[in-house]
C-alpha cells in the first residue's frame, strides 16, 4: 500500500468528515492513529485510512459503531467482502433512483394533461405508482411502460374512458338478473377481457400481478365502481366464455 500520512485536520478535510468525528473514532478505539511525527502528533497512515474506508462503508450499510468495531476485529475480516456489500447497496440505491424517475415520469405527464391537477389526483396517481411497484416485478413493469408507449396516451385515455362505462353496463345485466351465459353479457364479458389483455399483453404472470393487487387492495376495485357481488358475476361470464357452447 502507497505510503501515506496524513494528521486529522488533513484527513478530515479530504475526506469531508469533521474533526470531531475522527476524535471520536480515535476516543472509542474505531480507529487509532497509527504514526507519530517527532514532535508527537499523531498521524493517519494508509493501514488507518483503509480501515476508516470500512468503518464509513458498514456505517452507511447500517451498522452501528459497536457492530462496526466488532465486525472490524474478527479473524475472517474480509475487506472485499465490505466492498461487496458497499456494492449491493449501492446497486439497491441506484434501482431506488430509478423508481423514482419513473414516478417523477408519471406526475410530469399528468401535469401535461389538458385538465387541471388537484391534490386529490397526485394522491390517486402516488398511490397507484407505490401499488404497482408492490405488486408487479421489474420485468413486469418494464413491459407495462413499453406497452404504455407503444399504445400512446390517446388510445390509453380512450381504454380509460371505456372501462367504466363497461362495469355500469356490466352490473346493469346483473342488477336486472341477466343469466351471464346470455348474448348481451357475453360481448361485455369478451370486451372485458380484450380490455384487461390490452393491459397485460395476454401475459399470465401479468395479469397474476392485477389479480393479486385487486384482492389485496380492494379500494382500487371500489373506486372503478366493483365490488365482491360485480366481481363474482364477471367471473361467472367470462367462465360461460370459456365453456364450450
Known amino acids: 500500500m502507497q505510503h501515506t500520512e496524513l494528521k486529522v485536520g488533513e484527513l478530515a478535510r479530504r475526506t469531508g468528515l469533521s474533526v470531531r468525528a475522527l476524535h471520536h473514532y480515535d476516543e472509542i ?32 450499510l447500517g451498522f452501528s459503531l459497536e457492530e462496526i468495531a466488532e465486525t472490524l476485529g474478527r479473524a475472517d475480516f474480509s475487506a472485499l467482502r465490505v466492498v461487496e456489500l458497499r456494492l449491493q447497496r449501492a446497486r439497491e440505491q441506484l434501482a431506488e433512483q430509478r423508481q423514482l424517475c419513473d414516478r417523477l415520469d408519471s406526475l410530469a405527464r399528468l401535469l401535461r394533461a389538458a385538465e387541471p391537477v388537484s391534490a386529490d389526483d397526485f394522491l390517486q396517481t402516488i398511490e397507484a405508482m407505490t401499488m404497482f411497484e408492490k405488486y408487479y416485478t421489474p420485468e413486469q413493469l418494464k413491459e407495462l411502460e413499453a406497452r404504455r408507449q407503444a399504445m400512446g396516451d390517446d388510445a390509453i385515455k380512450e381504454v380509460q374512458a371505456e372501462w367504466p362505462r363497461l362495469i355500469a353496463s356490466m352490473r346493469e345485466e346483473m342488477e336486472k338478473g341477466t343469466d351471464p351465459a346470455s348474448e348481451p353479457v357475453r360481448a361485455l364479458a369478451t370486451r372485458w377481457r380484450e380490455l384487461v389483455r390490452a393491459f397485460t399483453g395476454g401475459n399470465p404472470g401479468m395479469e397474476k400481478s392485477l389479480q393479486t393487487l385487486h384482492q389485496q387492495e380492494p379500494q382500487v376495485a371500489q373506486r372503478q365502481g366493483r365490488d365482491p357481488k360485480l366481481t363474482e358475476y364477471v367471473g361467472r361470464a367470462m367462465a360461460c366464455l370459456d365453456a364450450p357452447k
Open 29 to 60: 478505539g474505531l480507529l487509532k492513529p497509527s504514526a507519530h511525527t517527532a514532535s508527537g502528533h499523531r498521524l493517519y497512515t494508509a493501514e488507518d485510512i483503509a480501515r476508516l474506508s470500512h468503518i464509513l462503508s458498514l456505517k452507511q
